[in-house]
């Protein structure tokens, strides 16, 4: 997109000029689309929570089809978001120190405020722990599957930061190497976090309604579930833009960001295992 002043072609360099809708000259409507993809799947939580009663006139089916909307919408405006504002541009753009700072104090700044949200819930369970404990049969949590997820999730952090080394030693073969097996690391996490969903309500009939526990206990682990599964997407565009050729020793901000926040849901876990999991049990 070029305007004529005077004889001068003057371009915009931002990649916004070519966000959806048209029309709106710099402005991106991405991250507004990724925000209402974010809100909704708080909005399915609480459908859920609230059409569990006995007497409630909503339907249980609306909470999931919430859900599963408003995930699509949220990665689709993640998508959008960073495709046009890091993609579409990549080698065509300069290199520029000074900007690349700001990505890292950018991304240090929203793990400030991630800090802040998992506070305000392990905040909720410190104060059931002060109380009558435990407050009512918990089930056995410090199983084989949770040691053995945690040791996935350890891994996975030792991987990604391989990956980061690789690539900026400009060894491209490492760097893809250490991504695949990353992203295949997040991916099985989670389809072990899920596994074990299934075998507490499952064959425990320990659910989010299962007392003052339950609710703390899958508010946590959902919440961190939820940060990893974003983790896993931000590792696959990175993955992608890996494979596509992108990223060199001078050029790999975005591996640098998404390292910081995958080591961060990673040291989140591990805390969470000490204090949910172990801390459970101990004090039963």
Do not use: C
């Not at 400030?112 to 009558?132: D, L």
């Amino acid at each position: 997109m070029s305007t004529d002043h005077g004889g001068d072609e003057h371009e915009h360099h931002l990649p916004a000029v070519e966000d959806w809708p048209r029309g709106f000259g710099e402005a991106s409507w991405w991250p507004f689309i990724t925000a209402l993809g974010a809100g909704g799947i708080y909005l399915g939580a609480a459908l859920y929570i609230v059409s569990g009663g006995a007497e409630s006139a909503i339907n249980p089916l609306f909470a999931p089809l919430v859900v599963a909307a408003s995930v699509g919408t949220f990665l689709l405006g993640l998508y959008g978001w960073l495709y046009h504002a890091f993609v579409v541009e990549f080698w065509s753009r300069g290199s520029d120190e000074t900007s690349a700072s700001a990505l890292r104090w950018g991304m240090l700044a929203f793990l400030g405020s991630e800090i802040a949200t998992f506070g305000a819930v392990f905040t909720y369970y410190f104060f059931i722990r002060a109380g009558t404990w435990p407050p009512q049969e918990l089930p056995h949590l410090t199983g084989s599957l949770v040691i053995i997820n945690t040791a996935i999730l350890v891994v996975s952090s030792l991987t990604l930061h391989w990956a980061h080394v690789a690539i900026r030693n400009d060894n491209r073969r490492k760097f893809l190497m250490g991504l695949l097996a990353t992203l295949l690391l997040g991916v099985v996490f989670i389809g072990g976090q899920i596994y074990e969903y299934y075998e507490f309500i499952v064959h425990t009939e320990f659910t989010v309604t299962s007392g003052l526990f339950g609710s703390a206990f899958y508010g946590l682990t959902g919440l961190h579930g939820l940060h990893v599964s974003l983790g896993g997407v931000l590792l696959a565009i990175v993955t992608i833009r890996a494979l596509a050729g992108q990223y060199s020793a001078d050029r790999h901000v975005s591996v640098s960001t998404v390292s910081m926040y995958w080591h961060f849901v990673d040291v989140v876990w591990i805390f969470l295992v000490v204090v949910l999991y172990a801390g459970a049990e101990l004090g039963a």
